[in-house]
Nanobody
Framework: QVRLVEFGGGSVQAGESLRLSCAAS????????MGWFRQAPGKEREFVAS????????DYADFVKGRFTIATDNDDNVVQLQMTSLNPEDTAIYYC?????????????????WGQGTQVTVSS
């Protein structure tokens, strides 16, 4: 069965870094499109970053470009989000997502699997 579990959330000060990990089971991250989304209180879930199957194209939201990096660890079947230069606006619950390698964007995908989320809090 497909399962996604996020690790690495926590509380940091502005300017510091965090690395989130998403452990996948029931499928291979190397053969799937993987992504990270986040949702702040009172706001809709928004796209953060994605990586295409087989370490293909990566995409980032404008507000994280140059600060966040998405990558897969195929040996451990994990997708990571390295976050640097964090600011209070990055405070949110971060969700790992997966979908089939079908050349579509997450917004266009028919079926997306989601993790339970991990809280990231950035203090000024």
């Amino acid at each position: 069965q497909v399962r996604l579990v996020e690790f690495g959330g926590g509380s940091v000060q502005a300017g510091e870094s965090l690395r989130l990990s998403c452990a996948a089971s029931g499928f291979s991250v190397s053969s799937s499109d993987m992504g990270w989304f986040r949702q702040a209180p009172g706001k809709e879930r928004e796209f953060v970053a994605s990586i295409r199957a087989h370490r293909g194209r990566t995409d980032y939201a404008d507000f994280v470009k140059g600060r966040f990096t998405i990558a897969t660890d195929n040996d451990d079947n994990v997708v990571q989000l390295q976050m640097t230069s964090l600011n209070p606006e990055d405070t949110a619950i971060y969700y790992c997502a997966a979908k089939d390698d079908d050349s579509s964007a997450f917004s266009e995908a028919r079926d997306v699997y989601w993790g339970q989320g991990t809280q990231v809090t950035v203090s000024s």
